[in-house]
């Protein structure tokens, strides 16, 4: 069956700008996961979403920041008047359940650069 | 303190090498214990997971957690030029609701 995808996998954007990101998780998992990778480092939790119970935000590192999720099917996550420092690779992920958040499938991302 | 340590590498191994990884964290209220292999400029995917401590084998892979320790390890016997990735190790947070990563130890494994 289809993978989580991600679009678009490229974004090149002016400082100031917004942009939207888009994630298609596996068809029937309830969890959904958004993460930052910055160039050499780890994945930074961004923000997560369980079902229609109010999504845990903390990991969202500004107000500039911001997710939804319509049901147990997309998401998008938006950024508004983009910092430099917001270039990175945004990841989504998806788990069957809160049961099964060790095992997560990952999309392959989406290479935001900010210019 | 960082939640997760985890040495970035490079590692160079010749093929054939058994590959030893490793990683510190500093809660041991964590349970749950995963390695994530990312090929460049691909998502993570999931290799194996433990819980709780012991060792998990799986085909080539063995996963290692010493609670006592707090110390994951992944061996990669018999390594292959295919293995050459980024190896990311990762905690189930106390909360059950978020994945901690370490910063990942990039693998290359030449012929």
């Not at chain 2, 433990?50 to 990669?76: C, H, M, P, W």
Request: aromatic share 12%.
């Amino acid at each position: 069956g289809a993978g989580v995808s991600q679009s678009p996998s490229n974004k090149v954007t002016e400082k100031g700008k917004d942009v939207e990101l888009r994630c298609d998780p596996i068809s029937g998992h309830t969890a959904l996961y958004w993460y930052r990778q910055r160039l050499g480092q780890g994945l930074e939790f961004l923000i997560y979403f369980q079902g229609n119970s109010a999504p845990d935000k903390s990991g969202l590192p500004s107000d500039r920041f911001s997710a939804e999720r319509t049901g147990e099917s997309v998401s998008t996550l938006t950024i508004q008047r983009t910092q430099q420092e917001d270039s990175a690779v945004y990841l989504c992920a998806s788990s069957k359940s809160r049961d099964s958040l060790y095992e997560q499938y990952f999309g392959p991302g989406t290479r935001l650069t900010v210019t | 303190q960082k939640e997760v340590e985890q040495d970035p590498g490079p590692l160079s191994v010749p093929e054939g090498a058994i590959v030893s990884l490793n990683c510190t964290y500093s809660n041991s209220a964590f349970q749950y214990f995963m390695w994530y292999r990312q090929y460049s400029r691909k998502g993570p995917e999931l290799l194996m997971y433990t819980y709780s401590s012991g060792n998990k084998e799986d085909g080539r892979f063995t996963a290692q957690v010493d609670k006592s320790s707090k110390y994951i390890s992944l061996f990669i016997r018999d390594s292959q030029p295919s293995d050459s990735a980024t190896y990311l190790c990762a905690v189930l947070s106390g909360g059950y609701n978020k994945l901690i990563f370490g910063a990942g130890t990039r693998l290359a494994v030449h012929p």
